[in-house]
């Protein structure tokens, strides 16, 4: 028997590589999976994986009675919403136009700015005051800057790490895919290790060379903004960047529950 306090709060975040999803009570994360992002499996696919997820966990389906859902992959909106609607009986909020997020987005055109990085910033001002740096080392390398007053300033995107590595070996014929991780050092001495090296520790620059300069931009010196990192891959660079205060593996699912929050 559950412990729960109320109905669940499924959350959504459909991203080019991986969904991610996770059950809140209330403020509580209780439960949270990854699985790959595949747009040609259908509704019923998706489903039967939730609820084998759902089963593992020993979480009753019945208790879900909401959802929200953000996704960069438009297509697989409809398939999610007939999961919450068919399998749950779920009222499902979509994140998009419209929708309160309590942060001012002083971008161009706020319309451009991808779902994902309004709900990260939306969870790491809950979290921690301004000024920001937020880090999305994911399907692409994301940089988001949070000003002083709480606003949206923009950032910057690159190729993510496993974008960029995909992309080395599918364009180079003699050079196989290695795996991500650090190697003893920058100059390698075979072709793993040279790959490595240039993956791992140019990335490792960039990232904190990002850093450094979304600082002094934000805020004049290095040391005024709290830098918080993220996504898939955060872990295989954290401790070589060594810039970041915080990570949140899952900043993703906290903004789609404060964003729930602010427009029931």
Do not use: W
Not at 26 to 31: F, I, N, P, R, W
Not at 33 to 61: F, H, K, M
Not at 105 to 126: C, K, Q, S, T
């Amino acid at each position: 028997m559950d412990t729960f306090t109320s109905d669940l709060l499924l959350t959504i975040d459909i991203g080019n590589t991986n969904i991610a999803l996770g059950l809140f009570d209330e403020k509580q994360l209780v439960a949270n999976y990854r699985v790959a992002t595949d747009q040609d499996n259908l509704a019923d696919e998706y489903a039967i994986l939730l609820l084998g997820l759902l089963s593992s966990s020993q979480i009753d389906p019945d208790r879900i009675k909401s959802a929200i859902m953000s996704s960069t992959v438009p297509a697989l909106l409809k398939t999610f919403r007939e999961i919450c609607h068919r399998y749950f009986d779920a009222h499902v909020m979509v994140v998009g136009p419209g929708i309160k997020t309590g942060v001012p987005i002083l971008y161009d055109n706020p319309r451009e700015v991808g779902p994902d990085r309004i709900l990260h910033a939306v969870a790491a001002l809950d979290k921690y005051a301004p000024p920001l740096i937020i880090v999305d080392l994911g399907t692409a390398c994301v940089f988001d800057a949070i000003s002083e007053h709480g606003e949206y300033l923009g950032g910057a995107i690159a190729p993510g790490i496993g974008l960029a590595a995909k992309a080395l070996f599918d364009s180079a014929a003699m050079l196989n895919s290695v795996s991500l991780e650090r190697p003893d050092g920058p100059i390698g001495r075979n072709s793993v290790h040279s790959m490595q090296a240039g993956i791992f520790f140019g990335y490792a620059e960039m990232v904190r060379g990002m850093v450094s300069r979304f600082s002094e931009e934000l805020a004049g010196n290095t040391e005024n903004a709290t830098v918080i990192g993220t996504g898939d891959y955060i872990n295989i660079l954290a401790d070589e960047v060594g810039c970041f205060d915080h990570l949140e593996a899952n900043l993703n699912l906290d903004g789609l529950r404060l964003v729930y929050a602010a427009n029931r």
